[in-house]
């Protein structure tokens, strides 16, 4: 595997991987867990080559956020990659992703409104301009997105549409451990005990899926849902919501495909998870 920090070199190697075959880029943030690592197996089944991009991307933290205490673990996340068969570990530095004078934005409008882009204002602009950096930069055939962060894939899937980028999107199911817990960066900052209180997220969705499923008003499985989660431990519920699968346009009533998803706080820990609804 090489490992790649400046961006003409990282060119040089994707234009060689490129002339030998299909490349697929996998983008993470590192602090790599079995979801990512999937996200690279799944990687080699689409192309002969895959890079792993692994950028802590300032630009889609808001002022309050864990940037600096996002965990960083590069060393062990390069074995990892290695291990499951990456060619090429592409590390920018801050300064080569947004140099001095750096002052565009990609802005994707419909699928990032509401849901995390409402409570994380300029979140998905952050995303969607390193995202298109990212394309840019290594021109691969296609891209892997896992489906637990889902608004970031429909957010991704409307840009590459939009923009008439030459990359194929595929989004990965969710890795999940044996309660059901989505896996996470972020579940690194849950406490014991809030670890025993983050499996009640999985199983919320899960049963208020299939009261919606089974012809309970949307509105009301959603207040339920919610109250539940409160009722479990979580301090609070930024969104429970039923949302159209592809566009994530809200649905007031259950139209398939449909998506739920939901944000809550445990703690400090701020929680995502999503499920397909029928
Ligand atoms: O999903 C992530 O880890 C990030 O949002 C991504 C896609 C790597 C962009 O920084």
């Not at 673990?73 to 001095?100: F, K, S």
Request: charge should be negative; include cysteine.
């Amino acid at each position: 595997m090489q490992t790649i920090r400046d961006l003409s070199q990282l060119r040089d190697a994707a234009a060689a991987a490129r002339k030998a075959g299909r490349l697929a880029l996998v983008p993470t943030m590192g602090a790599l867990h079995d979801g990512h690592l999937a996200l690279v197996r799944e990687a080699r089944r689409h192309a002969d080559a895959v890079a792993v991009s692994i950028f802590v991307n300032p630009t889609q933290f808001g002022p309050n956020e864990d940037l600096d205490a996002y965990p960083r673990q590069e060393a062990r996340d390069l074995e990892l990659i290695e291990a499951a068969g990456a060619a090429i570990a592409w590390l920018p530095e801050v300064a080569t992703m947004y140099p001095p004078g750096f002052a565009t934005s990609v802005r994707v409008g419909g699928p990032s409104e509401g849901l995390c882009g409402g409570t994380r204002p300029g979140h998905f602009d952050g995303v969607a301009t390193v995202v298109t950096k990212l394309f840019n930069q290594v021109l691969p055939d296609v891209a892997l997105f896992g489906e637990k962060d889902y608004q970031q894939l429909a957010v991704i899937r409307r840009l590459v549409a939009d923009l008439d980028l030459r990359v194929e999107i595929v989004g990965v199911p969710t890795v999940r451990e044996d309660d059901g817990l989505a896996r996470s960066s972020r579940n690194a900052y849950l406490s014991r005990d809030e670890r025993a209180i983050a499996a009640a997220l999985p199983r919320v969705l899960t049963q208020t899926a299939a009261r919606i499923v089974a012809g309970d008003a949307v509105a009301a499985a959603l207040a339920a849902g919610s109250a539940e989660l409160v009722d479990a431990g979580f301090a609070s519920v930024d969104y429970l919501e039923l949302r159209d699968a592809e566009t994530l346009a809200p649905l007031p009533d259950l139209v398939r495909p449909a998506r739920l998803l939901v944000a809550a706080r445990l703690g400090t820990t701020r929680l995502i998870d999503n499920i397909a609804v029928g």
